[in-house]
């Protein structure tokens, strides 16, 4: 029984093998199994002996967590993101919005590489002085990394557009805006 794979072309697939006219289809294997969708376009099924092994490599990836005092060192493999990886392995890293949008899981690389295109929440600038992103970050080789401050990184990437330095809390100022109320 032939695979029913989807085709780009329609959803409802009828699964027939027919013979394969090799004028048309000459990338096809010889003794393949095929299906065809409505539309008649063959779609060959292989099988995870066909393909052989895909072995993806994997990478020991160290995390020093300064916030808990805790270090923490797991396998991930280059596909897989690194905060995602830790905690299929049970193991708890800090994380807000999984996007790569916020500085929450933000890490400074201590050696190796990683590959993070969709990081948004940090500046090109910041990712050259190796800054990085956990929750969208792919290990290249291995690597360890030391967790950071959320406000910390999140100053660095935009506290010279809103003001000229850390803010400091006005008590006063506080007790004024209470007492109006």
Same mark, same amino acid.
């Given at each position: 029984?032939?695979?029913?794979? %989807?085709? *780009?072309?329609?959803?409802?697939?009828?699964?027939?093998?027919?013979?394969?006219?090799?004028?048309?289809?000459?990338?096809?294997?010889?003794?393949?199994?095929?299906?065809?969708?409505?539309?008649?376009?063959?779609?060959?099924?292989?099988?995870?002996?066909?393909?052989?092994?895909?072995?993806? %490599?994997?990478?020991?990836?160290?995390?020093?967590?300064?916030?808990?005092?805790?270090?923490?060192?797991?396998?991930?493999?280059?596909?897989?993101?690194?905060?995602?990886?830790?905690?299929?392995?049970?193991? *708890?890293?800090?994380?807000?919005?999984?996007?790569?949008?916020?500085?929450?899981?933000?890490?400074?690389?201590?050696?190796?590489?990683?590959?993070?295109?969709?990081?948004?929440?940090?500046?090109?600038?910041?990712?050259?002085?190796?800054?990085?992103?956990?929750?969208?970050?792919?290990? *290249?080789?291995?690597?360890?990394?030391?967790?950071?401050?959320?406000?910390?990184?999140?100053?660095?990437?935009?506290?010279?557009?809103?003001?000229?330095?850390?803010?400091?809390?006005?008590?006063?100022?506080?007790?004024?805006?209470?007492?109006?109320?």
């Amino acid at each position: 029984m032939a695979l029913i794979l %989807p085709c *780009t072309f329609c959803t409802s697939l009828q699964q027939k093998n027919f013979p394969i006219n090799r004028r048309y289809f000459p990338n096809l294997r010889r003794g393949a199994t095929t299906t065809t969708c409505e539309f008649r376009i063959p779609v060959e099924v292989s099988t995870p002996s066909d393909r052989g092994s895909l072995v993806v %490599p994997s990478h020991k990836v160290t995390v020093h967590d300064r916030q808990r005092g805790v270090v923490h060192e797991f396998e991930v493999p280059e596909d897989q993101y690194i905060l995602h990886s830790a905690e299929s392995q049970n193991i *708890t890293l800090p994380f807000a919005c999984r996007h790569g949008c916020c500085t929450s899981c933000a890490v400074r690389v201590k050696s190796g590489e990683l590959r993070q295109p969709q990081a948004l929440g940090i500046s090109a600038e910041l990712k050259s002085q190796g800054y990085a992103l956990l929750c969208v970050g792919f290990p *290249t080789s291995d690597l360890e990394v030391e967790t950071q401050d959320e406000d910390e990184v999140y100053w660095l990437q935009f506290g010279r557009y809103f003001a000229r330095g850390p803010i400091e809390r006005d008590d006063y100022a506080l007790e004024l805006a209470m007492g109006d109320e």
